[in-house]
């Protein structure tokens, strides 16, 4: 019975090589004890041969029974060293053949396993590295092992991400949830899982961006509010300008106390009731925003163009205006209406912030493409900016959110990230990034 693989190490070759040696010098001892007794003769040939037969079966011994106990021996320290190329051959014995059979086919077995595992392994991983989702996974202390390239890619973007997102993700236990929100305004739902690895405890964190399904919720859920509202205030409202407007037309001067009444109090309750109509048509534009119609164009020409428009109402308020845009055209795939409707909302938020007496900056680069309105105001606070572009959040008395609204609506059509916060030198920025 021999292996059919690499040869055997030393060590356990010189046990063979022992017993042999044994049982080799044992018997040239005895024969030469006979020799030096009986002398030579036909009985010293008789026990000459009597020896060989002796030494011949000492060598069968071995090989029957010394030497694939040897080889299991090896194959045992095979095992041991996770090599499962090695098989014993069969060479005739009945028990070492079973034996050998069960040991060439547990090895196999074990062979298929490991080239089954590494393959799941492989799967696995190329699954991880190119999931559409974050996934991170931690060592047995909790801490990262592992990421995906598409939390990397993240992390990278800004050290903002891994303190808004990363960190407090680490803190939630094995099976909580929560949605955090990036810096870009982007909305993660998070999820920590656990799984056992050589018998202990471990888990990972899949990070997925739900902002579009939230977003597409809230809409459906705030859309059928304003269309019904709509429906209701505008019917009314039509009805009753119409008729209080004939009232106006009909009225004569012949009738002093109706005169004064049309002249007095008919038109400021026309103008209220027409204000409505224009509150309501604030809201369903934000649900009938249409898709982007996008071309190519110079985002420098677009924040000229909402400047000039802006240019009278700032200076009226003593507010200047500081261009600092990029020395080339910076080009983007954008809807030019939207995009100026963005600007000027933004624009609108930085000089009401202001009041009167300010500065206004406004930059622009070309990698990645994007832009900055920056403004000196009094600054948002932090768990206020949390809310900004939640559907009419407002922190004007009067203010109906629409206006950032909408700017988010378009923004989130265009694939941009955008953020408005007070900053560390006491300026208050609204940065917009647009993909490459």
């Known amino acids: 019975m021999a292996f059919q693989s690499p040869p055997l190490n030393l060590d356990r070759v010189s046990v063979a090589f022992k017993y042999l040696a044994y049982v080799g010098a044992l018997h040239l001892v005895i024969g030469g004890l006979i020799y030096a007794v009986v002398g030579p003769g036909p009985v010293l040939l008789l026990i000459e041969m009597v020896l060989l037969l002796s030494a011949y079966l000492g060598y069968r011994l071995y090989e029957v029974l010394v030497a694939p106990l040897q080889l299991l021996s090896r194959g045992a320290g095979a095992l041991a060293d996770q090599d499962f190329s090695v098989k014993i051959r069969a060479t005739g014995s009945p028990e070492m053949d079973r034996l050998a059979g069960v040991y060439n086919r547990m090895i196999e077995q074990l062979r298929r396993e490991r080239i089954a595992g590494r393959q799941r392994e492989e799967f696995l991983d190329r699954l991880v590295q190119a999931a559409g989702v974050g996934i991170i996974i931690l060592d047995f202390d909790g801490q990262i092992e592992s990421e995906n390239p598409w939390v990397t890619e993240r992390r990278q973007s800004g050290a903002d991400f891994g303190a808004a997102v990363v960190q407090p993700a680490l803190t939630l236990g094995v099976g909580e949830k929560a949605v955090f929100t990036t810096p870009g305004n982007r909305r993660l739902h998070v999820e920590r899982h656990g799984f056992v690895d050589r018998g202990f405890q471990r888990s990972f964190i899949i990070l997925q961006d739900v902002t579009a399904d939230l977003m597409q919720a809230e809409k459906e859920a705030y859309g059928k509010v304003i269309r019904m509202m709509a429906h209701e205030v505008n019917n009314s409202n039509a009805a009753i300008v119409s008729v209080l407007k004939t009232l106006l037309e009909v009225a004569g001067d012949d009738d002093p106390e109706l005169a004064s009444l049309t002249r007095d109090h008919l038109p400021p ?14 809201f369903a534009r934000v649900v009938r925003l249409p898709a982007p119609c996008r071309e190519r164009l110079d985002l420098n020409l677009a924040l000229r163009s909402a400047v000039e428009v802006m240019q009278e109402l700032m200076r009226r308020d003593g507010i200047e205006l500081h261009l600092a845009l990029a020395p080339h055209p910076v080009w983007v795939q954008a809807d030019r209406a939207q995009l100026e409707q963005v600007i000027i909302n933004a624009l609108t938020n930085a000089r009401e912030s202001i009041g009167k007496e300010g500065h206004i900056r406004i930059s622009s680069a070309g990698s990645p493409p994007g832009f900055v309105i920056s403004d000196d105001g009094p600054g948002i606070e932090a768990d206020v900016a949390e809310r900004l572009f939640t559907p009419f959040f407002s922190t004007k008395a009067t203010g109906q959110g629409v206006g950032l609204t909408l700017s988010r609506e378009i923004l989130e059509g265009h694939g941009a ?4 916060r007070t ?8 940065r917009v990034v647009f993909p490459d």
């Open 269 to 282: 309750v026309i103008l209220r009731a027409e204000h409505m109509t224009a509150f309501m048509r604030n």
């Open 417 to 420: 990230d955008y953020r408005l």
């Open 423 to 430: 900053e560390a030198d006491s300026w208050t920025h609204f």
